[in-house]
């Protein structure tokens, strides 16, 4: 089982629409961090949430932190072609091992 | 300044071969990760690097796989011998303490 899930595992969508992405957990995380990936290349750092019910935004990317840091979201406002892309979730729990673990992925593709 | 940068960028070999795949990390970053990225997966955690001490190998096959970051910079990362199993993205991230990750491009390795 995924420590981190994500829905949906792939989306395609109109250019100029919105959309959210989800990253759920049972487990309490100390940080959530949102990366995006393109073919070929390693995941780029977007964001980093540490806060219970913090909110970041990145131009047209609103990133939250649920309340209970179990969870997050990013929601794309206006998506455009430049935005398809893996986006990938990533955390670090409270308890146990201090490392970064990754959820599966949402492909994202954006149709002109 | 340069990212972190790994080579090569492809390999393919035949199964029971060896192979190895390098990083270079950012300079001063003292955290040093490899990760394995399975296709339509989020990367996996193989081991962590502090300087240059192993702190997080718990998910390295050591039956087969092995590392090294001797003098706590570039790092090396072998299989012996590959299985069919291990065809996948191998990526090299490094950090400062608490600091968010920044990935290389990855090795995209195929055992044939």
């Known amino acids: 089982t995924q420590l981190l899930e994500q829905s949906p595992q792939f989306l395609s969508i109109q250019e100029g629409e919105n959309l959210t992405v989800y990253c759920n957990s049972s487990s309490v995380f100390s940080s959530l961090q949102w990366y995006r990936q393109e073919p070929g290349e390693g995941p780029v750092l977007l964001v980093t949430?540490?806060?219970?019910?913090e909110v970041k935004k990145l131009k047209r990317l609103t990133f939250q932190f649920g309340d209970a840091r179990k969870d997050s979201s990013l929601h794309i406002t206006a998506a455009q072609p430049g935005d398809t892309g893996l986006y990938l979730c990533?955390?670090?729990?409270?308890?146990?091992?201090?490392?970064?673990?990754f959820g599966q992925g949402t492909r994202l593709t954006i149709n002109p | 300044e340069a990212g972190v940068v790994q080579s090569p960028r492809y390999k393919i070999i035949e199964k029971k071969q060896p192979v190895a795949f390098w990083c270079n990390p950012i300079?001063?970053?003292?955290?040093l990760y490899w990760y394995r990225q399975n296709l339509g997966q989020g990367p996996e955690l193989l081991i962590r690097y502090e300087n240059e001490e192993a702190v997080d190998d718990s998910q390295l096959p050591k039956d087969r796989f092995s590392a090294e970051r001797l003098k706590g910079v570039d790092s090396t990362l072998k299989i012996q011998p590959a299985e069919l199993g291990d065809s996948a993205v191998y990526l090299c991230?490094?950090?400062?303490?608490?600091?968010?990750?920044?990935f290389g491009s990855g090795t995209r390795l195929t055992v044939v």
């Open positions: 949430v540490v806060t219970g019910g």
């Open positions: 300079s001063g970053h003292n955290t």
């Open positions: 991230a490094s950090s400062i303490y608490r600091g968010g990750y920044t």
């Open positions: 990533a955390g670090v729990r409270i308890q146990g091992a201090q490392k970064l673990v």
